[in-house]
């Protein structure tokens, strides 16, 4: 049984940092594309991050580029989202989810088979 559980959310201010971590387990994570998603009250689900599964590709939505970093720890089956200069826009719930070995698309949620439970980040302004 696939099992991915997040942890790092909070309440931090505009320009804060935070990182969210994603541990899972039944997968080795280095044999599947692992992303990061968020869904804001009233909004769709949106693609924030992806690491490929040799993790040489690493695949940002714009609103987070240059201030969002994927990253994994495999010895850890760990995946990690580091936050920098957080801004109100931000708040949502953060979902980790586990993907097959080749995606096609990272941006399409459909194209991931397992997902934490999500974790939740509020950025005051």
């Known amino acids: 049984q696939v099992q991915l559980v997040e942890s790092g959310g909070g309440l931090v201010q505009t320009g804060d940092s935070l990182r969210l971590s994603c541990v899972v387990f039944?997968?080795?994570?280095?044999?599947?594309?692992m992303g990061w998603f968020r869904q804001a009250p009233g909004k769709e689900r949106e693609f924030v991050a992806a690491?490929?599964?040799?993790?040489?590709?690493?695949v940002y939505a714009d609103s987070v580029k240059g201030r969002f970093t994927i990253s994994r720890d495999t010895a850890k089956n760990t995946v990690y989202l580091q936050m920098n200069s957080l801004k109100p826009e931000d708040t949502a719930v953060y979902y980790c989810?586990?993907?097959?070995?080749?995606?096609?698309?990272?941006?399409?949620?459909?194209?991931?088979?397992?997902w934490g439970q999500g974790t939740q980040v509020t950025v005051s302004s």
């Open positions: 690491i490929s599964w040799t993790g040489r590709s690493l």
């Open positions: 989810a586990t993907g097959y070995r080749y995606i096609p698309d990272y941006h399409t949620k459909e194209n991931y088979d397992y």
């Open positions: 039944g997968r080795t994570i280095s044999n599947y594309a």
